[in-house]
């Protein structure tokens, strides 16, 4: 069970981490998904650059939701430690490599991906989105209902910060 909810928070964050890029709906000014950004990240990071690519997502993203969100909660981008060392084992390990190279072929691939890990159901919402409980992380349902809210919100071309208590 922790490796299937491992594996769809990275699915989560490698979706959302490229639609939310300058090239597709520009919630953050990054462009580490596009072709271009390998040719600068290889040189320097010959043997890591789909590690340094996930990681220079996260922190565009991380940075943008922690500034509309309070103190002491997680979202997608900001979990506990224990979580965020077991999704950086997982890219490390290649995890994701295959699913970052087919989302990143274009924004309606992509939205595909993140409507196949949504609930049906998604409450649309804009700004800050409660939408559970840390504690419920590993739960279905509340994986639903992130994945909703982005994708409500990447439809609506609005940006909104779905949320869980500590």
């Not at 190279?101 to 159901?121: C, G, I, N, P």
Request: proline share 4%; hydrophobic share 40%; net charge negative.
């Amino acid at each position: 069970m922790k490796e299937s909810y491992l594996s769809t928070l990275l699915q989560m964050r490698l979706i959302v981490g490229f639609l939310g890029e300058r090239a597709q709906c520009a919630w953050w000014p990054t462009a580490f998904y596009e072709a271009s950004s390998r040719l600068f990240l290889e040189p320097v990071f010959s043997k890591t650059s789909r590690l340094a690519q996930y990681h220079g997502v996260l922190e565009a993203a991380r940075r943008l939701h922690d500034e509309h969100l309070s103190v002491g909660s997680y979202h997608l981008f900001r979990l506990p430690e224990e979580i965020e060392q077991d999704l950086h084992a997982m890219v490390q390990g290649g995890g994701g490599e295959e699913l970052a190279s087919q989302v990143a072929q274009s924004k309606e691939a992509a939205m595909d991906a993140l409507k196949r890990l949504a609930a049906t159901s998604g409450t649309p919402g804009v700004g800050p989105t409660a939408v559970g409980s840390i504690k419920d992380i590993d739960s279905t349902d509340t994986l639903k209902a992130i994945a909703a809210a982005y994708l409500s919100a990447f439809k609506q071309n609005a940006k909104t910060y779905p949320y869980l208590v500590g």
